[in-house]
């Protein structure tokens, strides 16, 4: 287990290092999920991006009200739309994923993209075959009915409360359900899970063995069920070159970046990316 770190004070952008912070949303919420860990970095200095999934641009009550685009997403079609940010940027950017979004950040750093990579309750990569019970109670709603495969896939108060703020009051995760939540595409969970039974590369795929990988931090919440520490000690496990790290944090359920405490995780996730940080000068081939 990881002590939870103190909140650091200042973490100005380091000249030379990277000055760019993307945040990637994961399933069942958008980018307002990081709206306080936006602010909270914003507030030292660094530009935040929270780019949505293609067609989540607009807001977490539209989504709820028609979620058709949900059903239509494919996992390549979103890696493309991240990769087209990034290519927009001056340097590479640190990039931090939660959920999805840490599968997300591992696939683009897979292609080259980012300067370091941090991961919160990440899911899976393909290859990675734990599957906790709390994972399966957590993602059943899915995979109980084969058409689910094609549809976008809501969760209860009830359920959300279980797989995401299993900590949190009764109070707090109504509220958050109520902010944050929306249907998961359905598409992309069973591919996920069919990945592994499938011959030849699936859409999550990494090589776990890439020589030039940028380094990358997996952070887990300990009492996280939907993504459990087990499956993040195997995904992280996985890689076999590069600086890859995994630090798990007790008490923390899913929704970590809303938990009380989060500051010092986002400032301890902030001193690691930019000590692990692939620079402007080592970019040039300069010491």
């Known amino acids: 287990m990881t002590p939870v770190p103190t909140p650091r004070p200042s973490q100005t952008p380091p000249p030379g290092g990277p000055d760019t912070i993307v945040l990637v949303h994961g399933f069942w919420v958008t980018p ?5 860990w936006k602010a909270h970095y914003e507030a030292k200095g660094y530009r935040v991006l929270t780019p949505a999934y293609p067609g989540f641009e607009v ?5 709820n009200a028609d979620p058709t685009v949900i059903a239509e997403l494919t996992l390549p079609t ?7 940010v990034i290519e927009e940027l001056d340097t590479p950017p640190i990039i931090i994923g939660h959920s999805a979004g840490g599968t997300l950040t591992q696939l683009l750093l897979d292609r080259g993209y980012g300067a370091v990579g941090v991961t919160l309750n990440s899911a899976p990569t393909e290859g990675v075959r734990v599957l906790p019970l709390s994972q399966l109670k957590s993602t059943f709603t899915a995979f109980k009915n084969p058409a689910n495969r094609h549809r976008e896939v809501p969760l209860t108060e009830a359920q959300w409360h279980y797989a995401f ?4 009051s009764e109070e707090e995760s109504r509220r958050l359900y109520q902010r944050y939540a929306i249907p998961a595409p359905g598409r992309i969970i069973w591919s996920g899970v069919l990945a592994n039974f499938m011959p030849g590369p699936q859409d999550a795929h990494v090589d776990y063995a890439k020589p030039d990988r940028v380094p990358l931090l997996f952070i887990s ?4 069920h939907i993504m ?3 499956v993040q000690r195997s995904n992280a496990k996985h890689y076999t070159t590069g600086v890859v790290e995994l630090e798990e944090y007790p ?6 970046p809303a938990q009380e405490g989060w500051q010092a995780i986002a400032d301890h996730a902030l001193e690691w990316a930019l000590a692990h940080a692939v620079t402007r000068k080592q970019e040039a ?3």
């Open 165 to 168: 703020t299993n900590t949190f």
């Open 228 to 230: 459990p520490p087990s």
């Open 221 to 224: 919440g300990g009492e996280d």
């Open 78 to 84: 979103i890696v493309d739309h991240y990769a087209a």
């Open 32 to 36: 307002r999920s990081w709206e306080d």
């Open 59 to 63: 807001e977490v009550e539209a989504l």
């Open 285 to 287: 081939g300069q010491q």
């Open 251 to 256: 008490g923390y359920a899913h929704l970590l």
